[in-house]
């Protein structure tokens, strides 16, 4: 539907912004960024602005000693198949303390109140940098004892699992695989509680496990330097201007869309479902033009896996730039630029021995603020030399490094963070 005609959102006729009547859940304005030096040095672009702190939480208990997760069948307006497993959590703040005027959210009181249970993981994680403007979510993991009343459409799935589930297109959302990559490995794996990296059966699964333990604190010290080092000398400033000043895209047919078709466009929708606090509303959303890719190159360096990631510089983040993977980028918006001009790493990516692939699915974004946004995670397993200079802006990083820095905010984004959720389904597999 359009974006005028969306019940309880207005365009404001000064700015072109468009918010909802309440003041609350977010709005759609506009970013002016300049990246000296950058593949583009100047432009503008509508952006998603939802200052407020959401929660993303999953509940954890052990059922005969293995870690189960709880989780809910949910719909999302903007989901490409509908129902997808969400955290047993999933709120903004506006929905939790209900400017809705709808249900209340089930299970909230186990993370606003989680001092009474064992908390695994709480850290603020960034989304989508080109997309959100300085958005965070509280990620948390928190481990119950006492029984827990299972309402209709969520279900206890065990930590193992939920990670193999990966493996299948559309099925785990976004909000889910952010919290799991900042999950323990003690509640990942449903046998032990954690990968064994004594494991000598020189496979795939091995290496992974060792890749999770492995972290000196000389090595990890030179990481913090890199990312220091990389910031500060990376320039990147971004402010928000008005919509209506945004140039090279247009209000047009009811929504927000870019003269040359590229990019995405702001779209307006009306939703009516069961299982949710509100049965009917209508809001905007992001409509990506093309599917995402998402890629680490790994290698095997004495039986420990490392990961490629890629200082990744994005207008909306609140620091520079964060670690992302290796190539990251909407492959159709940079089809019609010369090789120089293209995310190092893209085509080897796109033009990978499928022999050396070891996962590949396509996963939706989050579908509360995106339309039918999908990106293919890639894992790919390279021989190259180890002595090859992976450049100024890329590092070799073991998951356990992975793990460290995603106890604190602001170094591993929501892309990256997807993927080490899926280097951990890796650990079932037979190397």
């Known amino acids: 539907m359009r974006l005028d005609e969306l019940d309880q959102w207005n ?29 583009v040095e100047r432009w503008t672009q509508p952006i998603i ?37 969400s955290p047993t959590v999933q709120a903004t703040r506006s929905n939790y303390t209900r400017v809705h005027k709808g249900r209340a959210v089930p299970y909230l009181e186990y993370f606003r109140d989680a001092g009474r249970h064992r908390v695994l993981a709480d850290v603020l994680q960034s989304e989508q ?31 193992g699992q939920l990670h193999l589930l990966l493996t299948h297109p559309d099925l785990v959302n976004m909000d889910s695989r952010t919290v799991m990559g900042c999950m323990p490995m003690r509640a990942a794996d449903p046998a032990t509680g954690a990968p064994d990296p004594r494991a000598d059966d020189g496979g795939l699964r091995a290496s992974v496990a060792r890749s999770t333990a492995e972290a ?23 402010d928000l201007i008005p919509l209506n000043q945004v140039t090279g895209w247009e209000l047009a047919d009811g929504l927000v869309r870019h003269t040359d078709g590229l990019f995405f466009e702001i779209i307006g929708v009306g939703i009516t479902t069961g299982g949710r606090e509100v049965r ?12 995402g890719l998402a890629a680490f190159f790994v290698r095997r360096v004495e039986g420990v896996l490392e ?45 990978a021995d499928p ?47 992975m793990s460290l820095l995603m106890r604190h905010s602001n170094y591993v984004n929501v892309e990256a963070r997807t993927l080490v959720a899926c280097l951990h389904s890796l650990l079932k597999g037979n190397g």
């Not at 009917?280 to 033009?289: E, F, G, H, S, V």
Request: charged fraction near 25%; proline fraction near 6%; aromatic fraction near 8%.
């Open 11 to 39: 365009i404001d006729p000064g700015t072109g912004n468009v918010g909802h009547d309440s003041g609350r859940f977010f709005t759609i304005e506009g970013l002016r960024a300049h990246r000296p030096g950058g593949p």
């Open 49 to 85: 602005r939802q200052p407020e702190i959401g929660i993303l939480g999953i509940l954890v208990k052990e059922f005969d000693g293995v870690p189960h997760c709880l989780m809910q069948a949910k719909v999302e307006p903007g989901n490409f198949n509908g129902v997808q497993l």
């Open 129 to 159: 940098g080109t997309w959100f403007y300085q958005k965070r979510n509280r990620n948390m993991v928190v481990e119950v004892t006492e029984d827990v009343e299972v309402l209709d459409e969520f279900c206890w799935v065990s930590a």
């Open 216 to 238: 000196s604190d000389a090595r990890f010290a030179r990481t913090l330097q890199w990312i220091t080092d990389v910031r500060t000398h990376t320039d990147m400033w971004a």
């Open 280 to 291: 009917r509303w209508t809001q905007p959303l992001l409509y990506p033009k093309g599917t």
């Open 307 to 351: 990961v490629l990631v890629h200082a990744h510089v994005e207008p909306g983040l609140m620091d520079v730039l964060e670690l992302g993977p290796t190539v990251q980028c909407t492959v159709d918006n940079h089809a019609h630029l010369p090789e120089e001009r293209r995310p190092r790493f893209l085509d080897a990516a796109l033009n």
């Open 355 to 401: 022999a050396a692939i070891r996962f590949d699915t396509l996963l939706s974004e989050e579908g509360g603020r995106f339309h039918h946004a999908r990106t293919r995670y890639l894992v790919v397993e390279t021989t190259e030399d180890r002595t090859v200079d992976a450049g100024p802006e890329h590092r070799w990083m073991t998951l356990r490094e």
